[in-house]
């Protein structure tokens, strides 16, 4: 099946610094979406994009979809320690809606 | 607006119990719905999804199954728990022709 690399796995960074992690694949998807789980709870979706090249920003966060539409990336800025969590990718390869593919999680820890 | 509750929060069952959790949607109608396992708090592996009532695609060969008695509920079971269902389990929707998965809560899953 299709498949999703994400990195980094790990991140642990200062407060106030910009994070940046992306997801890659093989083949070409049609949707991405970006979510944040924090611990114990459900992911909620951060940003949703449907369109190569497409750049949407919600707050802090900035993610991108790939030109060649094989990849996307998420960019947060001025990090606070409630950014914390994992951050997970998604995506959706075929034309039919129904599954979608996810990374294995980016998790971020974010020092006072 | 939707929500999406899923109990028990938590669950601590001895190998050989029976399961039951169950997932509910409230504010939508004709949801798809999805149960995926998360293991140490990484990858989302989808278990079951179902497009309509009695409508139940497996992905994964299992100690599992779903049931979808009503439009807006999923209910995941087993007739007997093995060590290796332990896991956080997490139910979704999405609505029709739309890629966007929303999460519940999560059912954390002990099997002793």
């Known amino acids: 099946g299709q498949q999703l690399n994400q990195s980094p796995q790990s991140m642990f960074i200062q407060e106030g610094e910009d994070v940046s992690m992306n997801c890659t694949s093989s083949?070409?998807?049609?949707?991405w979406l970006w979510y944040k789980q924090d611990p114990g709870e459900g992911p909620v979706l951060l940003i949703a994009?449907?369109?190569?090249?497409e750049l949407t920003s919600n707050g802090r966060l900035t993610a991108q979809f790939g030109i060649t539409r094989k990849d996307s990336f998420l960019n947060i800025s001025a990090s606070i320690p409630s950014d914390v969590g994992i951050y997970f990718c998604?995506?959706?390869?075929?034309?039919?809606?129904?599954?979608?593919?996810f990374g294995q999680g980016t998790i971020l820890t974010v020092h006072p | 607006s939707q929500t999406i509750h899923q109990w028990p929060a938590t669950l601590v069952q001895p190998v050989g119990s029976p399961l039951s959790l169950e997932c509910t949607v409230e504010?939508?109608?004709?949801?798809?719905l999805y149960w995926y396992r998360q293991a140490a708090g990484r990858g989302l592996q989808l278990l079951f999804y179902?497009?309509?009532?009695?409508?139940i695609s497996s992905e994964v060969p299992q100690n599992l199954s779903a049931s979808r008695p009503q439009d807006r509920q999923f209910i995941l079971s087993s007739k007997k728990l093995l060590l290796s269902d332990s896991g956080f389990y997490l139910c979704?929707?999405?609505?029709?022709?739309?890629?966007?998965?929303?999460f519940g809560p999560g059912t954390r899953l002990t099997v002793l």
């Open positions: 979704a929707w999405r609505r029709s022709y739309t890629d966007t998965q929303y």
């Open positions: 083949s070409i998807f049609n949707t």
């Open positions: 994009l449907y369109k190569a090249g």
């Open positions: 998604a995506g959706r390869s075929g034309t039919s809606y129904g599954k979608l593919t």
């Open positions: 504010g939508t109608s004709n949801p798809n």
């Open positions: 179902s497009v309509g009532i009695g409508q």
